[in-house]
């Protein structure tokens, strides 16, 4: 039985156009575990567009949203921005307005990871009038969605109900007015700080509620699927409510549910925005491919949590990737199509193959070619392909980055100089004598040295861990270290003979 990837099972039976929509309200960074609602998202939509289908993919940005509080990276002026939308509010820094200011480097990464999707901000949707009909409707109908609010959330709503929120002309408030009544197209209304006044349905004076707002934009927006998180998909939820005043107010289908996990910081729980737990997705697109970021969300079934691990947990992400990508590109054979369709939908360039030396290498060579140029001839004489150097170029700066910011001190080393000392003891000494007499008559490759490292551990009767331990002395200073072969490789015959011969002389002398 073929094993269908998780996006190709969900749109396996889809006929028609489609959209697809996801969203967020940009009340703070745009963090990492947002990347999961977008990135499944653009998987259906790239599903949905191999099966052959029309497809489009909207990504609604919630600008029309109050202020909530005063989260812990906001400064305590704006506490008297509270209660007023996100696209009203100065931004934290510099210019420009609060909801673009976390916007824009998201934009980014979803240029930088290859997802077309076309931001909508709600602000618009209201002031054009693209939601002034679903508006309207939700307000003659004000009494069936309280019932069906009720019934499902099983909370009652208290006083008299309408489900739009103006927005206050004088305080700019929109969570303190309440509507007292209404005639097409005005809304009138009164505010906690005693205004009174009337919003026009048609522009961005006001709001619905999300839990009417969310299936007013799928009736408006002829949305046919979407993704969202499990907190919407809760029994009772906004998705439950949802999807009743889509069938009994606005007379639609509710697009085709996917409910995914959220993804947890390793050691720290659930990102949120609010709470200041979260790694901006802009941060980490600066310190990692885009490809591992695709791939870490393609690999898993958005039933499932994510653990993410911006530290180790990125080497062991790039290896599992490389491994499919030269299968993929290799013997496809040997992959099944859950795993081709996972390689596929992970690469920003499909046509791209894997480059000669993979992340967690490329994370060595960082530490010992200082310089670019002397790492991409190192790359060039070890390497029999050819690669876009500019492209590799950004590569390297991901591993950089990486090393600067999330590497774990066991993955950090510097070289020691060449005639730095280091303690042995007389069996040491002696198989390193022969290593050094050996390496002459031998291929310098990586797969070489470390079958050399072996023979030596068994010629002396060690284990191999305390003889690879002896060399990261040597050249690092420490117990552990990268891949010994591929390492040595890297620094050179000279080098790597030069520097045992000098810490060999210093062990006669002593």
Not at 168 to 176: P, Q
Request: net charge negative; with cysteine; aromatic share 10%.
């Amino acid at each position: 039985m073929i094993r269908l990837f998780w996006a190709d099972a969900l749109v396996k039976d889809l006929n028609g156009p489609q959209r697809v929509s996801t969203g967020i309200s940009p009340s703070g960074p745009i963090h990492v575990g947002n990347m999961r609602e977008i990135l499944t998202g653009d998987i259906l939509f790239k599903a949905i567009s191999k099966k052959g289908l029309e497809a489009d993919f909207i990504y609604l940005c919630d600008d029309m949203d109050p202020l909530r509080k005063v989260y812990p990276f906001l400064s305590e002026d704006y506490k008297k921005y509270v209660g007023q939308p996100l696209k009203n509010i100065p931004a934290p820094e510099g210019t420009g307005k609060y909801s673009d200011y976390y916007l824009d480097p998201f934009v980014r990464v979803m240029k930088e990871a290859n997802i077309p999707a076309r931001v909508i901000k709600t602000s618009d949707l209201y002031d054009t009038g693209i939601l002034a009909r679903a508006c309207d409707i939700a307000i003659q109908n004000r009494e069936k969605i309280r019932e069906i609010l009720e019934t499902v959330s099983g909370r009652q709503i208290e006083g008299d109900f309408y489900p739009y929120e103006p927005l206050c002309e004088r305080c700019g408030r929109i969570n303190t007015t309440q509507v007292v009544s209404y005639k097409y197209p005005y809304a009138e209304y009164v505010c906690k700080c005693g205004h009174h006044g009337f919003a026009d349905i048609r522009k961005a004076e006001g709001k619905m509620p999300w839990r009417v707002e969310w299936p007013a934009k799928w009736f408006a927006l002829k949305v046919t699927i979407e993704p969202f998180g499990k907190d919407h998909g809760a029994p009772g939820g906004s998705y439950d409510t949802g999807k009743r005043i889509a069938s009994e107010i606005f007379g639609i289908e509710p697009p085709l549910p996917l409910i995914y996990e959220r993804i947890i910081l390793k050691g720290k729980g659930a990102m949120h925005s609010s709470t200041g737990l979260a790694i901006a997705a802009s941060e980490i697109m600066e310190v990692i491919p885009p490809d591992l970021l695709r791939y870490m969300i393609a690999r898993v079934n958005p039933g499932r949590h994510i653990d993410f691990d911006p530290g180790l947990g990125i080497l062991a992400l790039a290896d599992e990737l490389g491994k499919l990508q030269d299968a993929y590109f290799g013997d496809r054979s040997a992959l099944d199509e859950d795993q081709i369709a996972i390689v596929e939908y992970s690469l920003v360039n499909k046509d791209r193959k894997p480059y000669p030396v993979d992340f967690r290498h490329l994370v060595t060579l960082v530490q010992i070619y200082r310089n670019e140029d002397e790492l991409l001839r190192a790359v060039k004489m070890s390497s029999t392909s050819n690669f876009d150097e500019a492209d590799f170029k950004k590569e390297i700066e991901y591993a950089r980055r990486w090393l600067d910011r999330y590497a774990p001190e066991n993955v950090k080393f510097k070289i020691l100089p060449i005639d730095q000392r280091v303690e042995l003891n007389d069996e040491d000494a002696m198989l390193l004598e022969s290593f050094v007499n050996d390496i002459d008559g031998m291929p310098w490759e990586s797969a070489s040295i470390h079958d050399k490292v072996y023979d030596l551990a068994q010629k002396y009767k060690k284990s191999p861990d305390s003889v690879f331990s002896l060399f990261y002395r040597i050249f690092i200073g420490k117990d552990r270290g990268p891949r010994l072969g591929y390492f040595l490789y890297n620094l050179g015959r000279d080098f790597v003979k030069n520097r045992i011969e000098n810490v060999l002389s210093q062990h006669g002398d002593a």
